[in-house]
C-alpha cells in the first residue's frame, strides 16, 4: 500500500535500471514561468495559488503600439493554450531583439487595465547585458524593442509599454471570439494545452488488499483521477496504476486465520471469509495475542512466497473479495485504475538490488542492507535483517518497471504528506543510480511526490466516527447521495416541480450532485493544506461549492432551452462579438481554460482548475445580469457565449470527474 508510515526503517528508495538508459532531454515547448516549483512538496497555509503582480506603471515613458493587421498571417486558433501561442511570438521578438542571449519568454495574465497579457522580461534582460556595451540605455528600451518585433499576428489588437519594460499586450476582439467560436465548432478538445511528455505514470488509491476502503483513501484517489483526467485531456497517455497492498507478512496471518478457521474454505468459498473488515480484525487479535499461531502465520509467509498451491489458491480468494469491494466504491467515483500491486513487481527486486549493489550503492549495516542517502540521518533499507523484501525494495522494482518497461517520462505518486521523507529518499536514491536527472537540469524521466493533507472532523481531529472507527467510503458515499435526495425533493416540492421530475432522474442527479460534492469540497482546497469535511457546507448552493456550479450550469442551460433557438445551427450560421465590457470579460476568462489546465498540470495542482470553474461561474452571472440574452439584437451572439461558457464548465467538471446535471 502507498501509505506507509514515514518510518525510517521503511524509508523507500527510487529505482535503479539495469542497463537503464541515459536520462533523455525531453525538449520543453515553452516554459512561461509556471506559478510553483515542481519539486517535492512544501506545506502551504493558502488554499490559493498565488498570482504574478501584472505591473502597469507609468512613469512618462509608456508608449502604446497598434499592431498592423494589413499583412499577417492569420494565427493557428487551436495551437496550445493562449499564453503558449503569445509565449512563441515572444520568442520570435526575444531571438531579434537580443539575439546572443539565450531566454525563455515570461508571459503571464494581466489582470489590470493595461492589457490582458504581459511579457516580464525586460529587466531580467537588462540585468544580464547592462555593462556589455549594449545599445539599450534602460530596461524600458529594451521593452519597447520586445514590442516592436513581435511579430505580425492577429492575436494582438495593440502593445504598450510600461515602466521598466513590461509589455503589456491587448488581445484582438475578433480573434477572441474567432477561437472560442472555433471551439464551439470543432470541440473543446481543440483547447487542449501542449505538455512536454507523451507517456506518465500516475500512482494513486492504492489501497491494502483485506482492508475496507476509507475516508482516509478518498484524497488520493480523486486527486490522482483528476490528474489524470487532465492529463489525458492534454493528449499524455496515463497509465493509472493501483499499487495495492496485496504481498507481506499480512498475508500468512490471514491465510493460516482462514485454514483454522475453516478448514473446509474452499467449499463454502466467500462466505468462509464474509465480511473482510471484521475477518481481518479477528485474524490480526489471534496474531497478536498467540505466538504459537503467530510462528504458523509467519511459516504461512513464507510457503505463500515460495509458490505453494494452496497457499496461492487462498490468497487468491482473499484478493479477490478485496477487489470486488474496491471495485464498488470506484464505480460510484468512476474512477479507472489498473492495479498493480507489490505482487506484480515482486519478481524484478532482485535483479533490480544487483544493479544497484554493482554500482557500490548497497551498503551492509546493523545486517540489513540499505543505501544511504546525503542530508538524511537514516539510510534507505531495502533488505531486511531476516533477508524480507520491503516497501523500499518493491518500489525500487517498480521505479525500474515503469522507467524501462513502461517507458514512463514522468512519473506521479499521490500520497499523504507525511510519506515526503519516503519519497525524497526514493528519489535520491534513483538519481544516485542514474536513473533520473538532477531536477534542476528540468530534463525527462522525472518522479514527483504529491502530498496531501489531512480530512478533518468538526473537532480538528481526523475524521472518525462515533465509535472512534475510520469512515468507510461506501457509506460516506451513500450519505452523501441520500442527503442530496432528500435536498433536491423538498426543494422540489415547495416550488411545485416535483410533478416534472422521474424517479430515475431523481435518483441519477442525487449521485451526480452528492458525490461531485464530496470531491469538489476535497479538491477546490490546496491538497497540501488539511480540510475539515462537513455534508452541510458541501452540499450548500451557495458559495464555492459544487452544488452552486451545478445550479449555475443548469441555470445556462436553462437559459438556451427557453430561447427555443437551435444552438447547433446558430453556431454554424452565427458570429460571436464581444462590444460590450461584460462579454470581453467573459470571452477572456473563456480562452484562458487551457492555460488553467496546463498550470493545474504543470504544479499538479487541482485547485487552480476548481478557482477558474468558479469564477467563471460567477463571471457568467455578471455578464447575464448586464447583457439580455434572449430577446436582444445580440441574442445569437450572446447565446454562443452562454454555449461556450456551458462547454467549458462541463469540461472542468468532467476534468474534476463530476457529473454535471442539465436541470436543477
Excluded at 533523455?24 to 515547448?29: E, M, N, V, W
Aim: with cysteine.
Amino acid at each position: 500500500m502507498r501509505a506507509l508510515a514515514a518510518a525510517a526503517a521503511t524509508a523507500t528508495a527510487t529505482a535503479a535500471a539495469a542497463a537503464a538508459p541515459s536520462p533523455a532531454r525531453f525538449p520543453l515547448r515553452l516554459v512561461v514561468t509556471p506559478r510553483a516549483s515542481l519539486g517535492h512538496c512544501r506545506a502551504s497555509s493558502s488554499a490559493r495559488s498565488p498570482r504574478r503582480a501584472c505591473y502597469a506603471t507609468t512613469m512618462g515613458d509608456e508608449t502604446s503600439t497598434s499592431v498592423a493587421t494589413q499583412s499577417q498571417e492569420p494565427a493557428a486558433v487551436g495551437a496550445g493554450s493562449v499564453k503558449q501561442q503569445l509565449s512563441k511570438l515572444v520568442i520570435a521578438s526575444l531571438r531579434t531583439t537580443v539575439p546572443e542571449v539565450e531566454v525563455d519568454p515570461m508571459v503571464e495574465v494581466c489582470t489590470a487595465k493595461f492589457g490582458d497579457y504581459q511579457c516580464n522580461n525586460a529587466m531580467g534582460l537588462w540585468s544580464r547585458i547592462k555593462g556589455s556595451g549594449t545599445s539599450f540605455k534602460n530596461p524600458n528600451a529594451i521593452g519597447q524593442a520586445i514590442a516592436k518585433n513581435l511579430p505580425p499576428s492577429d492575436i494582438i489588437e495593440s502593445t504598450s509599454v510600461a515602466g521598466p519594460g513590461f509589455v503589456n499586450i491587448v488581445l484582438s476582439n475578433s480573434w477572441v471570439a474567432k477561437r472560442i467560436q472555433d471551439m464551439l465548432v470543432n470541440g473543446i478538445k481543440t483547447w487542449a494545452p501542449i505538455l512536454p511528455v507523451k507517456r506518465a505514470v500516475l500512482d494513486f488509491s492504492s489501497p491494502n488488499i483485506a482492508k475496507e476502503m476509507h475516508v482516509g483513501h478518498l484524497r488520493s484517489t480523486i486527486i490522482g483521477d483528476t490528474l489524470a483526467r487532465m492529463f489525458e485531456f492534454s493528449n499524455v497517455e496515463v497509465l493509472r496504476r493501483n499499487h495495492v497492498g496485496d504481498w507481506g507478512t499480512q498475508f500468512g496471518m490471514l491465510i493460516q486465520y482462514l485454514f483454522e478457521k475453516f478448514p473446509n474454505w474452499e467449499e463454502i468459498g466467500s462466505q468462509a471469509i464474509g465480511d473482510l473488515q471484521t475477518f481481518y480484525k479477528a485474524s490480526k487479535n489471534r496474531f497478536d495475542g498467540d505466538a504459537e499461531f503467530k510462528d504458523r502465520a509467519q511459516q504461512a509467509v513464507v510457503r505463500l512466497q515460495g509458490g505453494e498451491e494452496r497457499y496461492r489458491a487462498a490468497w487468491n480468494k482473499i484478493c479477490e473479495i478485496s477487489r470486488n469491494e474496491f471495485d464498488m466504491v470506484y464505480k460510484l467515483l468512476n474512477v479507472k485504475l489498473e492495479e498493480k500491486g507489490e505482487s506484480f513487481y515482486n519478481p524484478f527486486i532482485p535483479q533490480v538490488l544487483e544493479e544497484l549493489n554493482n554500482k557500490g550503492l548497497i551498503k551492509e549495516s546493523e545486517g540489513a542492507k540499505v543505501i544511504f542517502i546525503e542530508g538524511h540521518q537514516i539510510p534507505l533499507i531495502v533488505v531486511k535483517r531476516d533477508g524480507g523484501f520491503n516497501y523500499a525494495s518493491t518500489d525500487l522494482a517498480a521505479l525500474w518497471y515503469r522507467l524501462n518497461v513502461e517507458k514512463a517520462e514522468w512519473i506521479i505518486y499521490v500520497t499523504d504528506v507525511g510519506q515526503q521523507q519516503h519519497f525524497d529518499m526514493f528519489f535520491n536514491a534513483a538519481r544516485m543510480a542514474g536513473w533520473l536527472p538532477d531536477p534542476k537540469e528540468k530534463k525527462f524521466p522525472k518522479t514527483n511526490h504529491v502530498g496531501f493533507g489531512l480530512v478533518l472532523g468538526s473537532d480538528g481531529k481526523r475524521f472518525r466516527t462515533r465509535s472512534t472507527e475510520v469512515v468507510r467510503l461506501i457509506e460516506l458515499l451513500d450519505e452523501a447521495k441520500s442527503r442530496s435526495k432528500s435536498e433536491l425533493l423538498q426543494r422540489l416540492t415547495e416550488n411545485g416541480k416535483i410533478v416534472d421530475w422521474t424517479e430515475e432522474e431523481l435518483e441519477k442527479t442525487s449521485e451526480a450532485v452528492g458525490y461531485g460534492a464530496v470531491k469538489y469540497a476535497d479538491l477546490k482546497n490546496n491538497r497540501l493544506t488539511n480540510y475539515t469535511f462537513s455534508f452541510e457546507q458541501m452540499l450548500s448552493d451557495k458559495g464555492n461549492t459544487a452544488v452552486y456550479l451545478q445550479y449555475a450550469h443548469a441555470r445556462i442551460c436553462s437559459i438556451i432551452r427557453k430561447s427555443n433557438k437551435d444552438v447547433e445551427e446558430l453556431k454554424m450560421s452565427g458570429a460571436i462579438s464581444l462590444d460590450h465590457p461584460d462579454e470581453r470579460v467573459l470571452g477572456l476568462y473563456l480562452i484562458r481554460f487551457a492555460e488553467v489546465v496546463e498550470e493545474a498540470c504543470t504544479n499538479l495542482l487541482p485547485n487552480v482548475l476548481c478557482e477558474y470553474l468558479y469564477n467563471l461561474s460567477e463571471m457568467f452571472t455578471r455578464f447575464y445580469t448586464n447583457c439580455q440574452v434572449v430577446g436582444s439584437s445580440e441574442e445569437t451572439s450572446r447565446l454562443l457565449l452562454c454555449q461556450a461558457t456551458a462547454v467549458v464548465m462541463r469540461q472542468c467538471f468532467e476534468l474534476l470527474g463530476i457529473t454535471p446535471v442539465y436541470k436543477l
